[in-house]
């Protein structure tokens, strides 16, 4: 078999129905390049929303959890009708939200060498004072540069620097809460404590995550500060935050911890599993309408190639006559619809970026989200890979039927038809 004069022949006949190539490679450019805009777009706001949600949740949390009594009254029943049976209380155990001995668990962390880093926090309700109205909100004590580090707290400032909050006494509170009580960077807020402390702290900065209920409620101060305003020790600490490298072995490593330092552990997957749904889902809908636009294109490529095979018999009957094998004739159409799919593919690779930076330039201003300017694009190049190869299948599939079809033909009958 001589390809190059398959190959040859195949471009003869390309050429002679130039207008239906034409069309069959459009519809392949058009398939893929929409395949490859809508799944960049997607996955482009899939990683907006990670970076919203999943970015500012730990991988695993360290707390204490507030939990009923493990020591529970026996029931009584039959067995024990005669009996006296001594009920006690079964009220949760306040064990408090201070974690124990942290100091020791954060270096043991530190030392993991599935860990990142690890960010100690405090968490605690509060409430605003606004004149005589009380808003009630949560103040989070973190350590300034190890926050900044797993969860870039600065990327969601839009007033001051997350550095600031090393300044005694000083706060960063959420865009929401700014609104409610009309307060700006440099003002004075004051707090009540849960345990009815009082204290004012100036305000360097403002956040806006993007969320209402976080940026309606959410403030931050450094862990000094926290430990202050709750007239506790140095050493008091509500939360352990935790970043791995390997993020999908946070549940098992969540268990491991949660055995080894006998603290309540949850994983970000389990914290955040109905969001991860809507990701997945959303990738689904994306990836599944690109395939389509693709198997549209070669029903497309399927219907000019049979076309040809009808006009083309008596072309096909002398190829046979002259000494081409079925087989021959058989890998001449299957090259047509590779070289369409192959023409086609690769300037659908080239609009769909097109169309991509297009759409990763056109404006997109909210108030929710100021520090996203423009619709998000993701260039990922597997989504380029996959649009190529599909684009290939497709089109060898929509050849090898045809192809199959005109290797059958008899040439006496066509010739003897004529």
Same mark, same amino acid.
């Given at each position: 078999?001589? +390809?190059?004069?398959?190959?040859?022949?195949?471009?003869?006949?390309?050429?002679?129905?130039?207008?239906?190539?034409?069309?069959?490679?459009?519809?392949?450019?058009?398939?893929?390049?929409?395949?490859?805009?809508?799944? &960049?777009?997607? =996955?482009?706001?899939? %990683?907006?929303? *990670?970076?919203?949600?999943?970015?500012?949740?730990?991988?695993?949390?360290?707390?204490?959890?507030?939990?009923?009594?493990? =020591?529970q009254?026996? !029931?009584?029943?039959? =067995?024990?009708?005669?009996d006296?049976?001594?009920?006690?209380?079964?009220?949760?155990? %306040?064990?408090?939200?201070?974690?124990?001995? !942290?100091?020791?668990?954060?270096? /043991?962390?530190?030392?993991?060498?599935?860990?990142?880093?690890?960010?100690?926090?405090?968490?605690?309700?509060?409430?605003?004072?606004?004149?005589?109205?009380?808003?009630?909100?949560?103040?989070?004590?973190?350590?300034?540069?190890?926050?900044?580090?797993?969860?870039?707290?600065? @990327? /969601?400032?839009?007033?001051?620097?997350?550095?600031?909050?090393?300044?005694?006494?000083?706060?960063?509170?959420?865009?929401?809460?700014?609104?409610?009580?009309?307060?700006?960077?440099g003002?004075?807020?004051?707090?009540t404590?849960?345990?009815?402390?009082?204290?004012?702290?100036?305000?360097?900065?403002?956040?806006?995550?993007?969320?209402?209920?976080? *940026?309606n409620?959410?403030?931050?101060?450094?862990? #000094?500060?926290?430990?202050?305003?709750?007239? $506790?020790? #140095?050493? /008091?600490?509500? @939360?352990?935050?935790?970043?791995?490298?390997?993020?999908?072995?946070?549940?098992?490593?969540?268990? $491991?911890?949660? &055995?080894?330092?006998?603290?309540?552990?949850?994983?970000?997957?389990?914290?955040?599993?109905?969001f991860?749904?809507?990701?997945?889902?959303? &990738?689904?809908?994306?990836y599944?309408?690109?395939?389509?636009?693709?198997?549209?294109?070669?029903?497309?490529? /399927?219907?000019?190639?049979?076309?040809?095979? +009808?006009?083309?018999? %008596? &072309?096909?009957?002398?190829?046979?006559?002259?000494?081409?094998?079925?087989?021959?004739?058989?890998?001449?159409?299957?090259?047509?619809?590779?070289?369409?799919?192959?023409?086609?593919?690769?300037?659908?690779?080239?609009?769909?970026?097109?169309?991509?930076?297009?759409? %990763?330039?056109?404006?997109f201003?909210?108030?929710?989200?100021?520090?996203?300017?423009?619709?998000?694009?993701?260039?990922?190049?597997?989504?380029?890979?996959?649009?190529?190869? +599909?684009?290939?299948?497709?089109?060898?599939?929509?050849?090898?039927?045809?192809?199959?079809?005109? !290797?059958?033909?008899?040439?006496?009958?066509?010739?003897?038809?004529?």
């Open positions: 078999m001589n +390809f190059k004069l398959i190959l040859n022949i195949a471009i003869h006949l390309l050429l002679a129905r130039l207008k239906q190539t034409i069309v069959a490679a459009v519809g392949v450019t058009f398939g893929i390049a929409m395949f490859i805009s809508l799944v &960049s777009f997607m =996955n482009g706001l899939n %990683d907006l929303l *990670d970076g919203l949600m999943l970015n500012r949740t730990p991988h695993i949390r360290l707390y204490n959890e507030i939990k009923p009594s493990e =020591n009254p026996i !029931s009584l029943s039959d =067995n024990y009708k005669n006296i049976n001594f009920v006690n209380s079964v009220k949760p155990k %306040d064990r408090g939200k201070s974690i124990y001995n !942290s100091k020791a668990i954060i270096y /043991y962390l530190k030392n993991d060498n599935r860990i990142i880093d690890v960010a100690p926090k405090i968490t605690t309700p509060v409430f605003f004072n606004s004149g005589t109205i009380e808003i009630s909100g949560i103040i989070n004590g973190i350590d300034v540069a190890a926050e900044e580090k797993l969860f870039a707290l600065s @990327d /969601y400032s839009i007033e001051g620097k997350i550095a600031d909050l090393n300044q005694n006494n000083s706060i960063i509170i959420g865009k929401g809460l700014a609104d409610k009580m009309l307060l700006i960077k003002d004075i807020i004051k707090i404590t849960s345990k009815g402390n009082l204290a004012s702290l100036k305000i360097v900065g403002i956040s806006q995550v993007g969320i209402v209920e976080i *940026d409620v959410s403030s931050y101060t450094s862990l #000094t500060t926290a430990q202050k305003l709750l007239g $506790e020790p #140095t050493n /008091y600490i509500t @939360d352990i935050q935790v970043k791995l490298f390997d993020m999908t072995t946070a549940p098992s490593v969540a268990n $491991e911890f949660h &055995s080894k330092f006998d603290l309540d552990a949850i994983d970000y997957q389990t914290a955040n599993s109905q991860e749904t809507g990701s997945t889902v959303r &990738s689904i809908i994306s599944a309408v690109g395939i389509v636009l693709l198997i549209v294109a070669g029903f497309g490529i /399927y219907n000019i190639l049979n076309m040809m095979i +009808f006009e083309k018999m %008596d &072309s096909i009957a002398i190829l046979k006559a002259t000494g081409f094998s079925g087989n021959d004739v058989k890998w001449i159409f299957i090259s047509l619809s590779l070289i369409i799919g192959v023409t086609g593919g690769v300037f659908g690779l080239l609009f769909g970026f097109i169309f991509s930076n297009i759409i %990763d330039n056109i404006p201003n909210t108030a929710s989200l100021p520090t996203v300017t423009t619709y998000p694009i993701n260039y990922d190049p597997m989504f380029y890979g996959i649009g190529i190869t +599909f684009a290939l299948i497709t089109t060898l599939i929509a050849g090898l039927f045809p192809a199959l079809k005109a !290797s059958k033909i008899d040439p006496v009958e066509i010739i003897r038809g004529k």
